[in-house]
T-cell receptor, first 116, second 108 residues
Framework: DSGVTQTPKHLITATGQRVTLRCSPR?????VYWYQQSLDQGLQFLIQ???????AKGNILERFSAQQFPDLHSELNLSSLELGDSALYFC???????????????FGPGTRLTVL | DAKTTQPNSMESNEEEPVHLPCNHS???????IHWYRQLPSQGPEYVIH???SNVNNRMASLAIAEDRKSSTLILHRATLRDAAVYYC?????????FGTGTSLTVIP
């Protein structure tokens, strides 16, 4: 158990819909990262938040957005869903006291999204 | 454009050393090399990371070539619990770029 929790574990929805994935980082971790893992694209970094502010952006679509709240939990919002958005979405957290993102990342168990 | 390349799969006998290679020919001077592994049905977990010098921890060793264009993750004695997909990752520009990973099979 990494200490990172993600809800829900599974999500099934239809094309065009909007969903929200939630992540609670390990106690004390300031950085939260979101990743997408799909069969054709592998693991891809989406976005990082550090202490409530966006720190780095990866291959995140404009239909996707994220935020980190004052209590440091984070949400990933996926809208106008397409079949190709079906994937495993991981959240990770790290202590990252310097903001340099060199610390070990602890991954949650993931949320499996299925778009029908 | 992949920043790291790894063999798709490797096999090892139990209790023997395993050397997992990774090429990262476009690496720049400040880019860190990270290794994570993903056990079946789990999220990735940290293994080791380094910049220039070889690194050791309780899980593994990381050997980095002098020109830094390649690195090797070394598991000193493979166990059945080491069967996983091992990802070589380049940390550059505040982003982690995962390779396609090497699926390690450990044979009893």
């Amino acid at each position: 158990d990494s200490g990172v929790t993600q809800t829900p574990k599974h999500l099934i929805t239809a094309t065009g819909q909007r969903v929200t994935l939630r992540c609670s980082p390990r106690s004390g971790d300031l950085s939260v990262y979101w990743y997408q893992q799909s069969l054709d694209q592998g693991l891809q970094f989406l976005i990082q938040y550090y202490n409530g502010e966006e720190r780095a952006k990866g291959n995140i679509l404009e239909r996707f957005s994220a935020q980190q709240f004052p209590d440091l939990h984070s949400e990933l919002n996926l809208s106008s869903l397409e079949l190709g958005d079906s994937a495993l979405y991981f959240c990770a957290s790290s202590v990252d006291p310097t903001g340099l993102t060199l610390d070990t990342q602890y991954f949650g168990p993931g949320t499996r999204l299925t778009v029908l | 454009d992949a920043k790291t390349t790894q063999p798709n799969s490797m096999e090892s006998n139990e209790e023997e050393p395993v050397h997992l290679p990774c090429n990262h020919s476009t690496i720049s001077g400040t880019d860190y090399i990270h290794w994570y592994r993903q056990l079946p049905s789990q999220g990735p977990e940290y293994v080791i990371h380094g910049l220039t010098s070889n690194v050791n921890n309780r899980m593994a060793s990381l050997a980095i070539a002098e020109d830094r264009k390649s690195s090797t993750l070394i598991l000193h004695r493979a166990t059945l619990r080491d069967a996983a997909v091992y990802y070589c990752i380049l940390y550059t520009g505040n982003q982690f770029y995962f390779g396609t990973g090497t699926s390690l099979t450990v044979i009893p």
